[in-house]
């Protein structure tokens, strides 16, 4: 799915603070190129890294996550899946699976808010190629597309047999809202495998980090202040050994008759959300996790969102407009996680 389906809106600031190591000095790795629609980078520090060996790992192994996740491959597995018309079990890879398992835990524990059978509703609201006199969907639309929406109806996933299946012909799947996070996870075990044992990965803005930075600091990471205009930080959060991902709607909505549409659907609703919440970020074991619990974060919004992260104990930060000190006006609060995590 195209970037701006799932905006994740970070911004990468390392600084780099004073330090000292002893024996053989780290080397300091930097890759970086275009994947999933998005860019990513690398850095990993390490002794004796093969740098040319290394890449072409990265590279390799971002591939593999496109041929497995990628709902722009229509040959992908997950265009495959999707484009099948069978409801009979089907072989999925071990990747598929783990991804799906991790799908459907976030789907159950935020009542359906979360939902990677989304594609009907995101088609009815014309994200994408959206044209400015296409009108808004009429209650009886999104009903009819809400028939096609719901992972826990739809999806049966046995993981011990590595099969999913579908229970009605036309239902799809689009992991836009998970599958960068994989992907970020996938590089890391990748520089683990390298012997690289402190490293930042993202993509897209979604990443993970392990150890310090090359001056022996943790990685500082600088959550982007919402708006259209030229890009500034919000806040700065220490980031060690831990996934971040960001989730936004002020880049990508329309307006319609004087009302504005977030590109943000509730999947039980059927339509965009309504709640003043911009931007969520969320701190958790993974990258993968962090990506799925922005976007549902940013579903439920704060009030909601709130509620929930302090129940199962995730680190989130949210960004809500505040409607009466104006239009570029914001407020922000967190979880307890959060603020036991980064002192914010």
Not at 190 to 200: C, I, N
Request: charged share 20%.
């Amino acid at each position: 799915m195209p970037r701006r389906f799932l905006l994740a809106l970070i911004l990468p600031v390392t600084l780099l603070l004073p330090g000292c190591w002893f024996g053989s000095a780290p080397e300091e790795l930097r890759l970086s190129g275009e994947t999933m629609g998005t860019t990513y980078s690398v850095v990993a520090i390490g002794t004796g890294l093969d740098h040319e060996a290394l890449a072409a790992a990265v590279e390799g192994t971002l591939a593999a996550v496109n041929a497995k996740m990628s709902n722009w491959d229509p040959a992908s597995e997950v265009s495959t899946f999707s484009a099948a018309r069978s409801t009979a079990p089907v072989r999925v890879s071990p990747e598929f699976a783990d991804v799906l398992a991790a799908a459907n835990d976030v789907h159950e524990k935020t009542g359906g808010k979360f939902d990677v059978t989304l594609g009907p509703l995101i088609e009815l609201w014309g994200f994408g190629p959206r044209r400015p006199e296409d009108p808004v969907p009429s209650d009886e639309d999104i009903a009819a597309a809400l028939e096609s929406v719901g992972q826990a109806r739809l999806l049966t996933l046995d993981v011990t047999a590595g099969t999913l299946k579908k229970s009605a012909p036309e239902t799809g799947i689009n992991l836009s809202a998970i599958a960068k996070g994989y992907g970020v996870d996938a590089v890391a075990a990748v520089l683990e495998g390298f012997g690289a044992d402190r490293y930042m990965v993202e993509i897209g803005g979604d990443l993970v980090t392990k150890g310090d930075n090359a001056k022996g600091e943790a990685w500082r990471i600088g959550i982007e202040k919402p708006g259209a205009g030229a890009q500034t930080v919000q806040l700065i959060v220490p980031v060690s050994n831990l996934g971040l991902a960001t989730s936004g709607d002020y880049r990508n909505y329309f307006e319609h008759d004087g009302v504005r549409y977030s590109h943000i659907l509730d999947p039980v609703a059927g339509r965009p959300v309504t709640h003043s919440t911009t931007s969520v970020t969320v701190i958790a074991e993974n990258a993968m996790l962090a990506d799925a619990w922005a976007t549902a974060m940013l579903v439920l919004g704060r009030e909601n969102g709130l509620k929930l992260a302090e129940a199962h104990k995730l680190a989130v930060f949210f960004i809500d407009r505040d409607v009466q000190a104006g239009a570029d006006a914001y407020m922000t609060s967190a979880s307890s996680a959060f603020e036991a995590l980064t002192g914010h």
